[in-house]
């Protein structure tokens, strides 16, 4: 069974196409355009996905052609298309043209939550079947991205619990946002773990940790990032640079300890032992250090995704979680294309739009 | 006394009505829920019943008493009003404000000030509403507690201040159970040429279109405050709200206090992504659309945005970083009613909210 599956939900145009867990062939362009400007611009995005998709998809079926024989669109079983949360224009580019290949090949269509998706990226297999480890349910997920920070448990296939989200910024924007401040340019993420390892990811200004005293599982950074932007404010710009890595230590410190401590909350609210990490965030190999010695402090085993192309956005991760909806009969047949509708804000918990016809 | 607990039903509010307009109709002193805290109600124009709650209340004489009104119509039957303050009239009511005017004298006079004004409100707060317009005459609109002390919010805490004596004094005590945490409401007394707030409430005013917020629960008040009043009442199909503010003035803070309103409450900062939209039911917007400019720098970026496209619809849209794109607003003017709003850092814990049409 081949699964093909186009992502466009923010600034990545990516396709793969997957069998089962396996990934055969996998396709990621960021669009460079974005950093210029220094963050995404929703049209311009729009218009990129719209001019590299086609070529996108030629490419995908190319490296399908190396693993595989046959590699044409008549071959596979059915598409997969993210379908929200993300940005508007941009979802929309991508479920346009998936509409319009499915149509031609008449093909069922497999509606995918972008976040169900990061969550299955742990679980991504190369072409040769590896890492080969089953699933063991339930799972305490933590998606940590640009745009997304939020907790949850995993149940089985398709069945998810929000139990703490992000109640203003997501820890990957609240980065990027301290990063500008600093002048490290957009997205500044791995610039600040490069600048923090230089002083041993230490800590030097004890930024505000938000809603660690709070009881619920919810995470909030727009107080550190407020406090954080008016300490930067009186400083000089000769302050700044000679303090750059303790200034970008500091602040990534006090993001990820909001983070492990709501992190390790959940494990003790939850008893959940199975953990994943996923998102662009979780690439920051502090951060993973870190949640390795709370998982070990707790006897939990946690799991990565295991390539790096999986960690920010991507398609491989679409074709898994389509596989899993696929097998369970979430997909529109060609008739049924109408339902599908791009949603924005759509939760991970959201239940299929289809499912109040079967 | 008689006590009739309706808890947090408000259908058991309106059943009690009846009762609660014979006890007014009587002379008698009634205490009752209001959008804000517990009050006395007393028939404004009725001297004895004036005169007991000014005694419950240990009110010096003298120091003026606030009422409710029926309704918009009858302002002018108790107060005298110019063409100015009908107009900021019309924008504050109904609302959490106690609006003080030049008396007509047609309530009893303990309730006026000695320069002969007087305090009128007209909550947004339905069983107050339709009561005092059941009733269709002013009354008493102050907290029932001794004067002085603190104003509550439950029954229970109200009727351990008080005497037995005292206690007897009242008629009737409506317990509709635990009231949200509001502030009592903002006076502000117009009888002189400027606008002099007299205590400070959740909204407050500090100028014509200017507001005062301490804390980000008063943002969101704030911008409910002004989502009513402005963005809900203007003409055009769409709206657009341009938001100026630093770095954690509380723009997204404010765009959340409109959500609730539109009931989206998962409304988070849409700066990694440009822009988030919202479908929205039961209101005369049907999209909520909610944009971060914090990451552009360049101008020409903004060819891309294709703000126009907003305009045809029923959208609220709100633009954080607004002041990055101030050049469109003359072209978007033609085709959407647009507000411009600056919250400006004071200090720490204090904002300024400005707005302009």
């Known amino acids: ?358 | 006394m008689k006590l009739i607990k309706t808890e947090n039903d408000s259908n058991k509010l309106f059943q009690i009505q009846p009762e609660v307009i014979k006890t007014l109709r009587s002379g008698g002193l009634v205490v009752y829920p209001s959008d804000t805290v517990y009050g006395f109600l007393a028939d404004a124009k009725n001297t004895s019943a004036v005169t007991k709650l000014i005694n419950v209340k240990k009110r010096p004489f003298g120091k003026p008493i606030s009422v409710f009104l029926p309704g918009f119509e009858s302002i002018n039957e108790y107060v005298d009003t110019n063409k100015k303050q009908q107009s900021l009239l019309e924008q504050l009511l109904p609302g959490p404000f106690t609006i003080v005017l030049p008396s007509k004298h047609n309530v009893c006079s303990y309730l006026e000030s000695e320069k002969g004004s007087l305090g009128i409100r007209i909550p947004d707060y339905k069983p107050v509403q339709s009561l005092v317009q059941a009733f269709g005459s002013a009354v008493t609109a102050t907290s029932a507690n001794i004067s002085g002390k603190g104003p509550h919010y439950t029954i229970d805490s109200f009727l351990k201040t008080l005497s037995k004596k005292r206690l007897s004094q009242i008629d009737l005590i409506v317990d509709a159970g635990k009231l949200p945490y509001n502030k009592p409401s903002t006076v502000i007394d117009l009888t002189e040429d400027s606008i002099k707030v007299l205590r400070k409430g959740d909204i407050l005013l500090t100028d014509l279109d200017e507001f005062e917020s301490s804390s980000p629960k008063q943002t969101r008040k704030i911008a409910q405050f002004i989502f009513k009043n402005y963005l809900l009442t203007s003409k055009q199909n769409s709206v657009f709200v341009f938001l100026e503010g630093d770095l954690g003035a509380g723009k997204t803070e404010f765009t959340k206090g409109i959500g609730k309103m539109l009931g989206v409450t998962d409304i988070v900062s849409p700066s990694f992504v440009g822009f988030y939209e919202y479908d929205i039911s039961d209101c005369r917007f049907k999209k909520l659309i909610h944009f971060d400019l914090y990451n552009i720098n360049d101008k020409s970026e903004l060819n891309y945005f294709n703000l126009e496209t907003f305009c045809q619809g029923d959208n609220l849209v709100i633009i954080e970083w607004g002041q990055k794109i101030k050049g469109l607003i003359d072209k978007l003017k033609k085709q959407t009613k647009i507000f411009y709003l600056q919250i400006l850092y004071q200090d720490k814990n204090k904002r300024l909210i400005k707005l302009k049409q």
């Open chain 1, 1 to 358: 069974m081949l699964i093909f599956a186009v992502e466009t939900s923010c600034d990545e145009t990516a396709c793969a196409v997957g069998s089962g867990r396996k990934i055969l062939a996998n396709v990621v362009y960021s669009q460079a355009v974005h950093s210029q400007w220094g963050g995404v611009v929703p049209h311009l995005a729009k218009k990129e996905h719209q001019i590299k998709l086609p070529s996108i998809i030629n490419l995908t079926l190319k490296k399908l052609k190396r693993v595989r024989k046959e590699a044409d669109l008549n071959k596979i079983t059915a598409f997969a298309v993210t379908y929200g949360p993300g940005l508007a224009p941009a979802l929309e580019t991508g479920i346009k043209q998936t509409k319009l290949l499915a149509e031609e090949y008449s093909k069922p269509i497999i509606p995918v939550n972008h976040l169900e998706g990061h969550i299955y990226s742990v679980f991504v297999q190369n072409s040769q079947g590896r890492p080969d480890f089953k699933f063991d349910f339930p799972y305490l997920c933590l998606i940590i991205s640009g745009g997304h920070t939020q907790l949850s448990l995993f149940y089985d296939h398709l069945q998810h619990k929000i139990i703490g989200k992000t109640l203003d910024d997501a820890a990957g924007e609240a980065l990027d946002k301290a990063g500008k401040l600093l002048g490290l340019g957009y997205p500044s993420g791995a610039v600040i773990e490069r600048l923090s390892e230089a002083v041993e990811n230490k800590d030097f200004y004890n930024f505000p940790r938000t809603m660690i005293k709070h009881n619920s599982l919810d995470f909030s950074f727009s107080g550190l990032k407020t406090a954080f932007y008016y300490f930067v404010k009186d400083k000089s710009q000769r302050f700044i640079t000679d303090n750059i890595n303790k200034l970008a230590s500091s602040f990534q410190q006090a993001v990820f300890e909001s983070v492990i401590i709501k992190l390790e909350s959940a494990i003790k609210k939850t008893g959940v032992k199975n953990l994943i990490v996923c998102g662009g965030v979780s690439a920051n190999k502090h951060l993973k250090t870190t949640i390795r010695q709370l998982a070990r402090k707790h006897q939990a085993k946690v799991l990565f995704p295991r390539y790096d192309y999986l960690y920010g956005d991507n398609a491989a991760m679409i074709a898994v979680a389509g596989y899993y909806r696929y097998r369970q009969g979430y997909y529109l047949a060609g008739d049924e294309f109408d339902l599908l509708d791009r949603k924005p804000r759509l939760n991970l918990e959201d239940k299929f739009i289809w499912k109040t016809k079967k």
